[in-house]
């Protein structure tokens, strides 16, 4: 990856081979702090209203539980464009 992708940030879910995991046009996206993703950008596009409330909770191989546990992010009040780490479930 040249500086300008990874000043854009890689998108949760990107092959490791992709040679473009960055964010893509037209596309929404969420900030990952904290926890085994942080600095991901996580798409949300096509999410309604309730579903940016509640947060995600996303597979990952790298958390508290391993391979198939899950890491929870919720939105911060003050910045919903950044979800925090919430903590790991199996």
């Known amino acids: 990856?040249?500086?300008?992708?990874l000043l854009r940030g890689r998108v949760y879910g990107a092959e490791h081979d992709d040679p473009d995991p960055g964010p893509?046009?037209?596309r929404s996206y969420r900030e990952l702090v904290g926890g085994p993703l942080d600095g991901l950008l996580l798409d949300v596009?096509?999410?309604?209203?309730?579903q940016l409330s509640d947060g995600a909770a996303l597979i990952t191989e790298i958390?508290?539980?391993?391979p198939g546990g899950r890491a929870h992010y919720e939105p911060r009040p003050q910045d919903p464009s950044r979800w925090d780490?919430?903590?790991d479930s199996p």
């Open 63 to 66: 958390g508290r539980y391993g």
């Open 24 to 26: 893509q046009p037209g």
């Open 85 to 87: 780490w919430a903590g």
């Open 1 to 5: 990856m040249d500086d300008e992708a």
């Open 45 to 50: 596009t096509g999410w309604d209203a309730e």
